[in-house]
């Protein structure tokens, strides 16, 4: 395997878009000097409370697409700053943008990166008080997941489609009985309101059941939330504002809000995973069942993939090419032997594109038994 490009000044930057607006925000980004970006395809959440025809009709998922790129520390303001312009991002509806610092990231040297090696000054340590939410569940509970969000303050959570799978995935039986297809529940929330989101996101997703799922979150350095979601029959672009003030109207008063407010004093009892850190693989896809049970066989507790493509990729061939982010998550003292074990996975396989970065995540959740 060749040597690896490695940087400790680089950030996540994420976007949530309304496929309309995917083309001219890459391009812009791409030209601030982005590179790399995947592109998930994604909807946003439905708040549905009609009468029965509606819960049996319910309105579309108003559609997005989730932009990702590593991207270096110095050119993150330029770059968010031009998503916002081209993209209109302040405008209600119109989108998101945030950013996540690294703790490292590793390049290979044919993987599309704007990066070099080495550490700089510059590190983004934004000042936003954000917390990125990830609920990953089974299917027919995310919307259970992004209803519990939006009840309690949550701007337009956002969907994807993808696979999980953990320590009972091994087992022959559970792996013939029970699909790997998982969803993706995303938001980002004020640090005030996370406690209480995070903890009805998991009640609804039922992750302290055995095999449910996991939920993690992450702290965000900068953001702009305005991303769009379908209240009722009437699909629009809204901030949080203005869908309480439309379940105002639904319900014919403001008492529901004392339900919800109160619920928010009940803390989930269960003990949360802490201080663990998040190991990203970006890889093409026709490699990653590999990489896959490599992490699985690893010892690390469970494993997840997210499946886009990247868009800004070198040739034709290239940008109709699918690729896989798998992730997992593990102890401190782990995170080395097993991105060691991935990459000797990698090299066995001969793939020379693909990229490694970690994440903190100060809080973690899923079924521990007993």
């Not at 950030?11 to 592109?39: D, F, H, M, W, Y």
């Not at 439905?46 to 819960?55: A, D």
């Not at 998991?202 to 702009?224: D, H, K, Q, W």
């Not at 034709?316 to 003292?333: C, M």
């Amino acid at each position: 395997m060749s040597e690896l490009t490695t940087s400790n000044s680089v950030s996540l930057l994420t976007l949530i878009l309304p496929k309309e607006s995917v083309g001219i925000v890459s391009k812009a980004i791409s030209e601030e000097g982005a590179k790399g970006i995947v592109q998930i395809s994604a909807r946003g959440s439905v708040l549905n409370e009609g009468g029965l025809l509606q819960r049996m009709f319910p309105p579309p998922a108003p559609e997005q697409q989730l932009l990702q790129a590593l991207v270096p520390n110095s050119k993150v303001d330029q770059i968010t700053d031009r998503a916002i312009s081209v993209g209109n991002l302040d405008r209600v509806g119109s989108g998101a943008v945030f950013t996540i610092s690294c703790n490292d990231a590793h390049f290979s040297q044919n993987f599309p990166s704007n990066i070099d090696s080495g550490e700089d000054d510059n590190h983004h340590n934004g000042s936003a008080d954000l917390e990125a939410i990830c609920c990953i569940c089974e299917i027919g509970v995310e919307d259970d997941s992004a209803k519990a969000a939006l009840q309690n303050g949550a701007p337009g959570p956002t969907v994807t489609f993808g696979e999980g799978g953990g320590i009972r995935d091994k087992i022959p039986l559970l792996r013939i009985t029970k699909g790997p297809e998982k969803e993706f529940v995303w938001c980002v929330v004020d640090k005030s309101d996370s406690d209480a989101i995070f903890a009805d996101m998991a009640r609804a997703g039922r992750i302290t059941e055995p095999g449910r799922g996991f939920m993690y979150s992450i702290p965000v350095n900068s953001g702009l939330i305005n991303v769009s979601s379908t209240v009722s029959s009437s699909a629009h672009g809204a901030n949080m504002e203005q869908v309480i003030a439309a379940l105002d109207d639904l319900k014919g008063d403001k008492e529901w809000r004392q339900s919800i407010d109160s619920s928010k004093t009940k803390s989930l009892k269960t003990t949360y995973l802490k201080d663990l850190v998040g190991i990203y693989c970006i890889i093409p896809r026709d490699n990653y069942s590999e990489v896959y049970d490599a992490v699985l066989d690893s010892g690390a507790p469970g494993v997840s993939t997210n499946f886009g493509v990247m868009i800004d990729a070198g040739s034709d061939q290239q940008q109709n090419e699918e690729w896989a982010l798998v992730y997992t998550s593990v102890g401190p003292n782990s995170v080395n032997e097993l991105r060691k074990t991935v990459e000797d996975k990698i090299s066995s396989l001969g793939i020379d594109r693909f990229a490694f970065y970690t994440l903190p995540i100060p809080r973690a959740l899923t079924y521990l038994g007993g």
